[in-house]
């Protein structure tokens, strides 16, 4: 096994707005799972069974029902959160914020890696998006995304 992260999970204290906001933002699929509150994400091709750590695999997830209150803006990650490659950083931050998202690290340049930015998803979840491509249109790092 090449120790690959292969899931990944979404708290939501309203799973279907979170299902909105990604679907729309970032074409994620999901299913619900059973007559239980969840939800599997399918992000494209996924890391599972990938245990040869072939390169170009991205990763899976679920969403699952809140226990207990969301996180307040500005309050400590608890948990991890996620990074997604995406093919330009602005347009993405911009339209998150339209499908009631919150900038929470605007995007910027960052030298040698390429050029990122963070968001909170409408229940307060933080994750970040970053390209390759800086806003000078130079390639950084891992260009060949």
């Not at 969840?38 to 992000?43: A, F, P, Q, R, S």
């Not at 209150?69 to 993405?92: H, I, Q, R, T, Y």
């Not at 990122?116 to 390759?132: H, M, W």
Request: proline share 7%.
């Amino acid at each position: 096994m090449a120790n690959l992260v292969v899931h990944f999970e979404i708290h939501a204290s309203e799973p279907q707005r979170l299902v909105d906001f990604y679907s729309q933002l970032l074409g994620w699929t999901f299913s619900q799972f059973g007559d239980v509150p969840y939800w599997t994400i399918e992000t494209g091709e996924g890391a599972i069974g990938n245990v040869a750590g072939t390169a170009g695999h991205g990763i899976n997830g679920g969403l699952t029902q809140r226990r207990g209150p969301k996180p307040e803006p500005g309050a400590p990650v608890m948990g991890c959160n996620f990074v997604v490659g995406v093919d330009e950083v602005d347009s993405l931050m911009r339209r998150g914020v339209e499908l009631g998202g919150t900038e929470a690290l605007p995007a910027t340049d960052w030298p040698g890696i390429g050029r990122g930015g963070y968001l909170l998803d409408p229940d307060n979840n933080v994750f970040g998006l970053i390209s390759p491509v800086m806003s000078d249109r130079t390639v950084a790092m891992g260009g060949g995304m």
